[in-house]
């Protein structure tokens, strides 16, 4: 099973908080285990793992699921599975999903085959199918058809395009979210101080100084040097705060590969203002059915954490990717749960030892905001021209 939709970014735009409104729709299935596979995000993984490795690792169980034999699972992951998630008071906490293990009916073999044969024809065709036609043919099986999606905020980049292109049908539904690139930038830089992102300088300064002045330090650093400032598209990586603020740059690499009317544009500003309007706008765009279970609304925000050293980030970021290789790619998760609860229970350890919550509410300074201006001007300039719409009022302020 391929999924029908994808929420192709950007980071800290919102992502995160449509992901927690899809994982409460009973119609959908969203990508098994973690919320944000790095499988395309790794275009090394793509090439040597193989198309199908990706349906089965992160879709393998979307039969059961439409047998009522098991749930989406919930998320897992380092980054990811240490944030805060506020509800309205109405929609209780977040309940993890998880397998039935009480159901041992001895016709699962025989039932799964004969509903991947109903409700996923040709599953390995990456073709969409479309909300009509799943209409008819839930209606012809009796069965309950769930919409596969993946929200994923680190998809925007060149070489995960070309992959997506060449892998998913061009009818696929992608989402892209947006928010004020300075905003974005800034919120960016404080979540990535103390996961190994930045340079080891950029932290050291950061720590002396406070974010304000830490920020705008960076910025200048980078945006004030021509060379640095030329490479921030050729190494994305590695100027991945500025990088995924260029979001008309990172579209035009998906419109190669996929048509506009195919496309939606989602303002991180009208998404707070309304996230229930918004949410079901994009729910119908996708083909999903509405469920009168979900509450809204619902702000989720990944953890900020302060390093307590400049080198700190770097032995927290060898050990996400100890996580990514074990537990994603390796599915150690599953088959040695002792092991994976040991590995958490001691990166618990690390990031109590290593950092400490960042409580710091610094306002970006305002030379720094109009520095960042001038630089996403013209990437705002050609937003407007590909949504037809104008960015919202709060974009490119300069208080």
Not at 2 to 28: A, H, M, R, W
Not at 194 to 206: I, M, N, Q, R, T
Not at 223 to 238: A, G, P, Q, T, V
Not at 258 to 284: G, L
Request: hydrophobic content about 35%; charged content about 25%.
């Amino acid at each position: 099973m391929e999924p029908s939709f994808i929420c192709i970014g950007f980071q800290k735009c919102g992502t995160t908080s449509l992901y927690d409104l899809l994982k409460k729709n009973k119609n959908v299935y969203l990508t098994e285990d973690v919320k944000e596979p790095m499988f395309y995000r790794v275009p090394f993984m793509r090439a040597f793992l193989g198309r199908k490795w990706y349906c089965h690792r992160y879709f393998g169980h979307y039969v059961e699921a439409v047998l009522g034999k098991t749930d989406n699972a919930c998320e897992v992951g380092l980054i990811t599975g240490r944030r805060g998630h506020v509800e309205s008071p109405e929609s209780g906490s977040a309940a993890c999903c998880s397998k039935d293990e009480n159901d041992t009916d001895s016709q699962d073999l025989s039932s799964c085959a004969k509903a991947e044969a109903d409700c996923c024809p040709g599953e390995t065709s990456a073709k969409f199918e479309s909300p009509a036609t799943a209409s008819h043919r839930q209606s012809q099986t009796g069965r309950h058809r769930l919409i596969a999606g993946e929200v994923n905020a680190g998809l925007g980049y060149k070489n995960c395009t070309k992959w997506i292109g060449k892998d998913f049908a061009p009818n696929t539904k992608l989402i892209f979210m947006m928010r004020d690139p300075a905003d974005r930038c800034y919120s960016a830089y404080k979540y990535f101080l103390a996961l190994g992102f930045l340079p080891v300088s950029a932290v050291a300064y950061d720590l002396k100084h406070g974010h304000a002045k830490g920020f705008d330090h960076y910025v200048r650093s980078v945006l004030c040097h021509k060379d640095r400032r030329r490479d921030i598209m050729k190494k994305h990586f590695k100027y991945m705060c500025f990088s995924q603020g260029n979001y008309a740059t990172l579209i035009k690499e998906y419109l190669r590969y996929f048509p506009r009317s195919n496309m939606k544009f989602v303002f991180f500003e009208d998404f707070v203002t309304d996230q229930e309007a918004v949410t079901k706008d994009i729910m119908h765009f996708c083909g999903i059915p509405e469920d009168d279970h979900m509450v809204f609304p619902v702000k989720s925000n990944e953890t900020n954490f302060r390093a307590i050293a400049p080198l700190s980030p770097k032995y927290l970021q060898f050990m996400q990717a100890l996580y990514y290789l074990f537990f994603e790619f390796w599915s150690l998760g599953r088959r040695c749960p002792s092991f994976f609860n040991g590995f958490m229970s001691f990166y618990d350890w690390s990031m109590e030892h290593f950092t400490r919550p960042d409580t710091g509410s610094e306002k970006m300074l305002p030379e720094t905001r109009k520095l960042l201006n001038r630089y996403y001007r013209r990437q705002i300039e050609q937003v407007e021209d590909i949504t037809g719409r104008k960015a919202p009022a709060r974009w490119a302020r300069t208080e």
